[in-house]
């Protein structure tokens, strides 16, 4: 069954439409800007303001330079779905590459950032809407059932995570649609409003001391004898310092990174209001899912139990919200037949950045600080990211990291352009209808 309603949506996140978002957080007027900071931060999502936290409140002078308005790229764009991403890991071919122990140590720090990300909302009392309401992940083929219960119980070997097994026979307790057969639940895992969230974050920095400078493309950096000259549009400053937060917004200024980085554009749609009862024929428990498909679709009710917010791939060059707000609304009208008569109020997309090994990276590259390369599952890695690659800028040893220890590598001929990808996604999209 189709979309009935190509519908008039509104082209900008749910988030910031969302009633109860307030952007209070003070930016840096351009002729307040700082000409010599400790550390200039070059990128304005949850990894930079982070970082700027972090530094910020062990004494630094610290100014994070973004490109757009604060928090515009997927920070305040993504599904706000919150676990530890293990799925994302890629266990088997990670452990062939660099060895079992590495990998475990990696998969324990996964829960530890989620684990802090939590508590750090909690005690810094940030309103965005924080529900552990657990996750389904949904077997999206009767042969990939086995595989979601044997990827839980070696996650189980490794880590204290608990799972659910739902068998096809019970799923309906936990969704309200026949695609999937069978899945498993994660009960501790979370949602949040990410716009919120980063308006909290950005507060906090504003409050520490930090430099917040919005509109300031960073265009150049150069090494000097004794630190950075950053050149941004309209000016330029000085840093002992400088950390590169740009993760799928990576642009050729920063070629060594954009080369390491694939940049996926990730699409969302959020329905119109609806009935109490629809949402939770859906979602009977209000809870995150996913499926197990390779093109991955993920969604989840709004904080206050209004909408469905639905995500996935996105098609073509560039935002084109007529492309993947219909792809995106067949493939949910596909799962759940009841939002067949279901208007779309709001479509937007922004750039996620994988990596060639599956794994977030963070170090020190060309002199320069970075952490990036969250592979979709940004939201809990980018703050933990954020906050150790401070630590490491401070030389404390709390910033040492599981993922120091695996290389950041790009590929012989690859300069950051993913020409592969739609052959990628037409080889998945043909996988996942055979249920490979
Ligand atoms: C549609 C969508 C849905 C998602 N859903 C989820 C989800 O449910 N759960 C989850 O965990 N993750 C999700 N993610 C991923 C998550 O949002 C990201 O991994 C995370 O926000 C990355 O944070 P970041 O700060 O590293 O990068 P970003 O928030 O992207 O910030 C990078 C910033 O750098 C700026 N920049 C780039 N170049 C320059 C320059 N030269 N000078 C100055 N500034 C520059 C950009 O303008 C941008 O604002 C989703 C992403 C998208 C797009």
Redesign the pocket.
Known sequence: MLAKHLSTYTNMPFWLADTSYDRTFQTTPRYQMPTKVDICI???????MSAAITLARAGMKVAV????RM?????S??????GP?FSKLGVDGLERQYGRENVHTSIRESLTAFNWLVDFIREEKIDCDLNLCGRFRGASHPSHYAGLIQQAEELSKVVDFPAIEVPKSRQHEEVGSNAYHGGVVYPTDGALQ?AKLYAGLAQIAVSEGAYLCEH????NVDKQVSGFNVV?DGGQLQADQVII???????G??SEFKRRLIPIR???IATEELPESVVQSVSPKLRAHGGTERLVA?YRPSPDGKRILF?GRAFGRGDQPQLYSKYLQDFMIRTFPQLSETKIDYA?????AYTFDHVPHIGKLDNLHY??G?C???????NYF?RKIAQQVLQLAEGKTAFDEFPFKGRPLYYGTPWFLPAIMKWHDFADRQGW
């Open positions: 070059v990128g304005g999502g949850f990894t930079g330079l973004e490109a757009g928090g515009e790229g997927a920070s764009r993504n599904g706000g779905l919150l991403s990410p300031t493309k960073v265009r941004y937060a740009t993760n799928g917004y990576t642009d200024q920063f990730s699409a969302m993920y995500g937007w997309s922004g750039l996620i952490a990036m969250y979709g599952s940004g939201v809990g890695r980018a954020g």
